[in-house]
């Protein structure tokens, strides 16, 4: 999520503007929740999410269940560590087969 305020776990707003990026690859699945930093240019990282990639081979989706099964495991966890409620995320998407 990109300019917008997150719901924390406990129910209060946060003012601080949240970023969360995702990263889906054959071996893993990265998730992060990161805001801006105090200098330009830079990230304070609130929270990680990193599992072992199912359901990709080569960068290809064989098994969505298993694919989507992974992907929330690496959200919840950079959840629990943040603290934040992830709604939305940025993907990239990349190789040869887009």
Do not use: F, W, Y
């Not at 893993?28 to 990709?56: E, H, Q």
């Not at 690496?74 to 995320?89: L, P, R, Y």
């Amino acid at each position: 999520m990109l300019g917008k305020k997150q719901t924390p776990k406990n129910g209060t707003q946060v003012k601080q503007q949240i970023s969360v990026g995702l990263d889906i690859g054959t071996s893993k699945v990265c998730a992060l929740v990161a805001s801006p930093g105090d200098r330009i240019n830079t990230l304070n990282i609130l929270g990680i999410g990193i599992t072992d990639s199912d359901g990709l081979n080569r960068g290809v989706v064989v098994n969505i269940e298993k694919t989507v099964r992974t992907i929330k495991k690496a959200i919840e966890q950079a959840e629990q560590q943040s603290g934040c409620e992830i709604k939305e995320v940025i993907v990239g998407i990349a190789g040869d087969h887009v």
